[in-house]
């Protein structure tokens, strides 16, 4: 009994040492801390509306983001939405990239920005900030209401949320207005003629966003990577020219100033400077829509080939053949070269009607400089200018003269001194026989023998 008591003092004693000294390490040892992964961070701004243009620059930062090996691609997310073709090619672009991907909504991701952020591998948002109101609209802002259409991008964005495990319902509710979806997490429920836009909060409630941050730099750090090397893809000066030629006011007035310009330098000629205005503006629209990604060298060649033809109309008759097919080459060319032919066909409509009610007024003030002078004669051969129209003949009637040619039946005769150019009614005079005037039309004068 005593042995086993002490045997059990001893365990006892040896386990309280070990206890002991367990606790000291784990007060004095330093406490474990998370390494941050190593890496350059990229942030690629998504802040102007989505075309082709946008996915072109983003393409390039994606790029360079792989060829440095980077560890966390970051996309600052501010824009109202844009082209869903253009909005599908970036999601292709996220989804296929080699390196991770946090969309951070800074603003608002809606319409198709909604689906560009749902296809990162993660979503942070900043506070304030709104995701979601993906319906398709036409130009003026109301829901576009074709089923097939709808039931598409419904599917697309569904598609996206899944990507990370994301409710697609509530991706369904941001496109379609006929549907009802159960919000229990934030306690909402989308009833039918609602769309579903969500604020930062009610985004991580229900599972569409990560984290809550203020910056990129909060983004990658609460994401465990390291900010030490963060680098921004900013747009090249040529990308925001591009930018700035095809926004739709400059695109229009490009346009404008083009047209007026060709026309009153081929109307008018002599100028100059409207034609070389007019030549820039349309390489400017030209340049600036190539840039973008829109327009591809074919553009060009329509444009060029429109504007030989219709110059040549002016000069080669070909019954308005060479004028048809010119307008529509350049017509061609200049709407084929906007990322949105139907903005494109507004813009020209536009510029063209302006432009013609400005070549009316320059025709006016210098008509007499137009080009329809050369087809016009426009001068009077008056005696003021020294020029002396025939005299008249009517008096010679009835005077007597002498043939002086045989008149067969025109000739000459010698009538009070002077040679005349006369005829006869039809027969056959001798020279130097003696003739009379009977008649005189105009310069025509009719004599007989006798």
């Known amino acids: 009994m005593i042995a086993a008591t002490k045997k059990f003092l001893l365990h ?24 941050a992964q190593s890496g350059p961070v990229y942030i690629i701004p998504v802040d102007q509306e989505i075309e082709s243009g946008l996915y072109k620059f983003m393409k390039r930062g994606f790029d360079e983001a792989t060829r440095m090996n980077a ?30 991907t946090i969309a951070f909504v800074k603003g608002r991701a809606a319409s198709a920005g909604s689906y560009i952020a749902l296809n990162a591998d993660k979503i942070a948002m900043q506070p304030g900030s709104t995701i979601g109101a993906a319906a398709i609209v036409d130009r003026s802002g109301q829901p576009i209401d074709d089923p097939k259409l709808v039931a598409y991008w419904k599917s697309e964005m569904a598609a996206a949320a899944e990507l990370s495990g994301r409710n697609p319902a509530i991706a369904e509710g941001m496109t379609d207005t006929n549907i009802e979806v159960k919000m229990p997490e934030i306690g909402k429920t989308k009833q039918k003629g609602q769309i579903i836009s969500l604020t930062a909060d009610e985004a991580v409630k229900v599972g569409y966003a990560e984290m809550i941050a203020k910056t990129a730099e909060e983004v990658a750090s609460q994401s465990g990577y390291s900010t030490q090397d963060m680098f921004r893809i900013d747009r090249t000066a040529a990308e925001n020219i591009s930018i700035f030629l095809t926004n739709p006011i400059v695109s229009t007035l490009l346009l404008f ?3 007026t310009g060709i026309i009153i330098e081929l109307i008018v000629p002599g100028f100059g400077i409207p034609g070389i205005l007019g030549i820039i503006a349309f390489v400017l629209y030209f340049t600036g829509n190539y840039i973008a990604g829109f327009a591809g060298s074919e553009t060009w060649i329509l444009f060029i080939i429109g504007l030989v033809m219709l110059i040549s109309e002016l000069f080669v008759p070909s019954f308005g053949i060479l004028g048809i097919i010119g307008s529509v ?28 009610i400005v070549v009316i007024i320059v025709s006016y003030i210098f008509k007499e400089r137009g080009i329809w002078n ?19 003949k009517d008096n010679l009637i009835g005077k007597q003269g002498t043939s002086l040619t045989p008149l067969r039946p025109a000739g000459t005769a010698i009538v009070d001194g002077k040679r005349i150019d006369v005829v006869t009614e039809g027969g056959f005079i001798e020279a130097g026989r003696p003739v009379m005037i009977i008649s005189v039309d105009g310069t025509r004068v009719v004599v007989k023998e006798g």
């Open 257 to 259: 100033v083009g047209i």
């Open 374 to 392: 050369r087809f016009i004669l426009r001068y009077q051969l008056t005696k003021e200018e020294g020029y002396i129209p025939n005299e008249p």
């Open 329 to 356: 080459s350049l017509v061609t060319g200049v709407v084929s070269a906007a990322y949105d032919t139907t903005n494109a066909f507004i813009s020209l409509s536009i510029a063209f009607a302006a432009a013609i």
């Open 12 to 35: 006892t004693f040896m386990l309280m040492m070990l206890v002991s000294i367990l606790l000291q390490i784990s007060f004095t040892a330093e406490p474990v801390r998370a390494v």
């Open 71 to 100: 560890a966390l691609i970051v996309l600052e997310i501010n824009t109202p939405g844009g082209r869903v073709d253009s909005a599908e090619q970036i999601g292709e672009l996220i989804r296929s990239s080699k390196v991770p």
